[in-house]
């Protein structure tokens, strides 16, 4: 037997998992290397990250056998999630956009005492 012993909804939640997860992959290492330069690594970090969610899913759908051991294998991922997805981004949009607005008005500064 392959993999745990999953209903249906949950085999079905479970591919729909890897296929929005590959899409992360390649959509975040475009991202990398035709994005914006401050958020390169961010997606790069996100790409890698996904990259661990569907091994995970391909791991619970093919090898493990309970899913608790598959839950508590995943949870130390999903920490790291938190951080990686949902506040390194902002942190990052944070940081390029005073960035940018520092330069602007420098700029701007610079115009009128000309």
Known sequence: MLGATLS??????AW?????VTASIIVNWSAFYKG???????????AVLS??????YIWLLSFV?????????MRG????????VWIAP?????????????AVLREVSEACER
């Open 8 to 13: 249906l909804t949950d085999t079905v939640v």
């Open 16 to 20: 729909l998992n890897v296929a929005l």
């Open 36 to 46: 914006i330069p401050g958020l390169r690594m961010v997606h790069a970090a996100i």
């Open 51 to 56: 990259t661990f969610y569907v091994l995970g």
């Open 65 to 73: 056998h309970d899913v608790a051991t598959w839950s508590s294998a």
């Open 77 to 84: 991922l999903s920490i790291l999630a938190w951080f990686i």
């Open 90 to 102: 902002a942190l990052q949009s944070i940081k390029i956009w005073r960035s940018m607005r520092t």
